[in-house]
């Protein structure tokens, strides 16, 4: 059984940092795309980053360009999401999600993942 569980989220304050873990278990995952997203309330679920745990890959959003890092631990199974600088608006719930590798693309729509965390809640303060 295929399971994701996230942790580290909490409460920082406007400009303050975090880092996300997303432990993975119940296969092995070094032919998986690792994404990261986010919903906030009364928004829609939106990708943030994501990684390919073969080759190590990475693409973020626009958004969490030069502010967001994603890892992975090959031996620990685990993916992880620093976040810097963080703003008011970056408050959400944030889930890691995976998927089969295909052609190397890592998928920003939410429908192309199959396995899902219960997501941990990230709150900034202004």
């Known amino acids: 059984q295929v399971q994701l569980v996230e942790s580290g989220g909490g409460l920082v304050q406007d400009g303050g940092s975090l880092r996300l873990s997303c432990a993975a278990s119940?296969?092995?995952?070094?032919?998986?795309?690792m994404g990261w997203f986010r919903q906030a309330p009364g928004k829609e679920r939106e990708f943030v980053g994501g990684i390919s745990w073969t080759v190590g890959t990475t693409y973020y959003v626009d958004s969490a360009k030069g502010r967001f890092i994603i890892s992975r631990d090959n031996a620990k199974n685990t993916v992880y999401l620093k976040m810097n600088s963080l703003k008011p608006e970056d408050t959400a719930v944030y889930y890691c999600?995976?998927?089969?590798?295909?052609?190397?693309?890592?998928?920003?729509?939410?429908?192309?993942?199959?396995?899902w965390g219960q997501g941990t809640q990230v709150t900034v303060s202004s």
């Open positions: 119940g296969r092995t995952f070094s032919t998986y795309v």
């Open positions: 999600a995976a998927r089969p590798q295909r052609s190397g693309i890592i998928p920003l729509s939410p429908g192309e993942y199959v396995y």
